[in-house]
């Protein structure tokens, strides 16, 4: 159709910032997954009732190096300048548990370093770790500000774009489930830590 009508057909379609159309890989827990052409610009609540996506806890956008978004963004706009996705939505129901779903894209990320750099070799487990702990029930309020800083040392400090990007599922935890990991943690001050395991 682009070579039939011409570019500036095509770039007609979408917004002014974004021209133009995307395909959008649909999967999870939807009853419509599938391969959807939309226009850039369309709200993601839009695109979750094409797909049949009627209870939704969260939407992964662009793979596991995206971001995982929220309730409170599902009338966000898809285009560059604002929900930007390389292709690939995974719609997670309210069954899902949100944390798990971080730690299993952070195994994906430990399994697939190539070693070469430690904040990537070395961020991405200590980051998984963590999560196994708050998912232990042993997690405290500090963990939380742990994750943000080691998040931020493993982006910033790793040479290639995995590590660039590997942090992201949990960055994603910290910015838009924070109330889900605050009720997971022991808020308490004092000297008895959950993370302290005796028979350890």
């Not at 070579?3 to 649909?26: D, H, M, N, V, Y």
């Not at 391969?35 to 009627?54: H, T, W």
């Not at 596991?64 to 129901?93: N, Q």
Request: glycine residues 12%; negative net charge; charged residues 25%.
């Amino acid at each position: 159709r682009i070579l039939e009508k011409g570019a500036g057909w095509f770039c007609q379609i979408g917004t002014k910032r974004s021209p133009g159309t995307k395909l959008l890989s649909i999967s999870g827990d939807c009853l419509s997954p599938g391969v959807y052409e939309f226009p850039f610009g369309v709200r993601l609540s839009e695109v979750l009732k094409i797909a049949g996506a009627n209870d939704v806890l969260a939407v992964q956008m662009g793979g596991a190096s995206g971001h995982m978004v929220g309730k409170d963004d599902f009338e966000r706009s898809i285009c560059f300048d604002d929900l930007s996705t390389g292709g690939a939505l995974m719609v997670f129901g309210p069954d899902r548990n949100i944390v798990e779903i971080a730690r299993d894209f952070m195994s994906f990320f430990v399994h697939e370093s190539c070693g070469y750099c430690t904040p990537c070799r070395v961020g991405n487990v200590l980051l998984k770790e963590r999560l196994d702990r708050i998912l232990d029930g042993r997690g405290e309020a500090a963990d939380l500000e742990y994750l943000e800083t080691l998040c931020d040392t493993v982006k910033k400090a790793s040479r290639c774009g995995l590590g660039q990007t590997s942090p992201n599922p949990v960055q994603s935890l910290l910015e838009s489930f924070r109330d889900v990991l605050e009720g997971m943690v022991d808020s308490r001050q004092g000297s008895f830590q959950p993370s302290f395991d005796i028979r350890a």
